[in-house]
């Protein structure tokens, strides 16, 4: 048997604003709240379900550098054009990491400054 990512872990200055952003970006709803935790995640599936939840802890430690790690995300009711309007309205901005603008996918950064790429290609939600 094969294991399945359920959660990513994320640490953050500021849990909640995080937390509220990317609820915004993914249509995710705040699944639980500890000491210095925001867990969200699918609202209908909940933690365990085909997609992981995503965890932002508080940190104060400073980030060095790029993430080795980043979220692809792809738009799932509109055309990339739009969805990268409407994420830069509710607070992404765009982050340049070397890119040639030849690119079929906008780099973008979030409050934080973490790094994702918003690809062109629409999922089914």
Do not use: Y
């Not at 739009?82 to 607070?91: D, K, P, T, V, Y």
């Not at 030849?102 to 939600?125: I, M, Q, T």
């Amino acid at each position: 048997m094969a294991c399945r990512i359920s959660e990513l872990v994320i640490n953050s200055r500021d849990p909640e604003r995080l937390a509220a952003f990317w609820c915004e970006v993914l249509g995710f709803a705040v699944l639980d709240r500890d000491e210095g935790t925001v867990e969200i995640g699918p609202e209908k599936e909940g933690f365990g379900g085909l997609q992981p939840t995503l965890v932002f802890n508080s940190s104060d430690e400073p980030r060095a550098g790029r993430l080795p790690l980043h979220f692809d995300v792809n738009a799932t009711d509109r055309d990339q054009d739009a969805e990268l309007e409407r994420l830069l309205s509710i607070g992404a901005r765009r982050a340049d990491v070397g890119q040639t603008g030849e690119e079929s996918w906008h780099v973008l950064a979030d409050p934080e400054g973490n790094e994702f790429c918003l690809l062109r290609r629409r999922l089914s939600p």
